[in-house]
Structure formats: structure tokens, C-alpha cells
């Protein structure tokens, strides 16, 4: 490959960058975590789960300093709560992207060396 269609290619990658950055210079606050959809219990006692779950709940596990956190998401909050998570996931699959876009613009740079290699023999 010449180093022409070496710099064309590397541009492509610049612009993908770009694209993948974009999402992350926006405000909109993160939920950063795991999020399960089970089944729980309400906790009245004359109520049928209290023999099997039933009730859907929905919990959001978090660490902080090694401490696992779970908290249950009242059903109000759910629907805002799942929605600042995906924000959140959308920037863990960018992040990746961006380290395979890292990958592949080094071994560009790699091969850009190995073209532009010579042999020293005597002058
Ligand atoms: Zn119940």
C-alpha cells in the first residue's frame, strides 16, 4: 500500500473517531451499573407472593470502593432510569469501538514503518 491510501485510510478513521467522541460531550446524566428485571415481593402479608414472587422489579446493582450496592427502582422511575442506563451502555460499546479503531490505526502506523524501512550497507 502507498503511504497515499495509508493517510486516506487513516483519515477515515479520524472521522469515525469523531463520530464515536460526539456522544460523549453531551450532558445528560448516566445510570452506571447493572440493571435486573425480575420478580420480587411487595411484603403484604395476604399477598400471593408472599409464596412465589410475582411482582416485576427492577434493580439496579452498583459498586463503589469494592462495596456492591443493590437498589430497587420504584415503578416511577423506572422508565428514566433504564433510559439513562442505555446512555450509559451506548458509551461502554463506543468506548470498545474506540479501542479497536486505536488497534487498527497502530498496526496502520506499523505498517507505514515497515514501508518506510531501509537496510543500512555501507555508503
Ligand atoms: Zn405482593
Known amino acids: 500500500m502507498s503511504i497515499k491510501n495509508f493517510a486516506q485510510t487513516l483519515e477515515r478513521l479520524e ?18 451499573g447493572s440493571i435486573t428485571q425480575t420478580k420480587g415481593r411487595c411484603g ?5 407472593c408472599v409464596e412465589q414472587p410475582t411482582h416485576d422489579i427492577t434493580l439496579l446493582l452498583t459498586s463503589e470502593n ?3 450496592k ?8 423506572v422508565e428514566e432510569v433504564l433510559a439513562q442506563w442505555h446512555r450509559y451502555k451506548d458509551l461502554k460499546q ?22 518506510r524501512k531501509r537496510t543500512y550497507e555501507k555508503l
Open 70 to 77: 443493590s437498589q430497587l427502582i420504584r415503578k416511577d422511575d
Open 66 to 68: 469494592k462495596q456492591r
Open 94 to 115: 463506543a468506548l470498545t469501538s474506540l479501542k479497536e479503531l486505536n488497534q487498527e490505526e497502530i498496526a496502520i502506523l506499523l505498517q507505514i514503518i515497515q514501508e
Open 15 to 32: 472521522q469515525k473517531r469523531g463520530q464515536l467522541m460526539t456522544p460523549f460531550f453531551e450532558t445528560a446524566p448516566l445510570i452506571v
Open 44 to 48: 403484604k402479608p395476604t399477598c400471593a
